[in-house]
């Protein structure tokens, strides 16, 4: 299902864009964060589904600077189908000082799917943690604590009619679709 900007469209996506930190994940971009906990940021790729298996990409920060080389981790699709995120933003759900890997797909279909929240941990395992409920096929996605309370909170862009979509990062580690 294609899906076009119009021209309202463009320009919305335009004013996310300047309003919006640098990190913000585009749709099929890299995207950064600190995701083994050692204190420098890493490059997350999200690269699709290989059967019933999502995988992934991570390039860790070096101590001197730069990345090491990109190691491929996987784990089981929780739906069965090849929506396994394809853009997403690094941040810590709960605010417990462990960062999560917070995923969503252009081609969600199913708002009970909407969101896959990864974490890696140890060296060779990313692990799935949870879905969160969320509007279906979104344009783009980035962070903002827009509630003031100290923990990274959620938005997504989808042209498809509800246009930005909020989504508060919760005490217990969750995403609450503020629907
Ligand atoms: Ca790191
Ligand atoms: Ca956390
Ligand atoms: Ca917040």
Redesign the pocket.
Known sequence: MAKKLGVLGVAAVLTLALASPASAGEWNAPFSGDVDGDGRADVVTLTGSVGSTCTLQIAHGLPGGGYGAAITYSFPNPLQYPVCGDMGEVVDLGGDGTNEIVTTDYDAFDTAYAFYVLRQTDPTTVTFVSREYGDIMPNRIWQT?????????ICTYTDQGRGVDYY??TESGGLLWLF
């Open positions: 604590d827009f509630n003031h309370d100290g923990r990274q909170d508060l990062n």
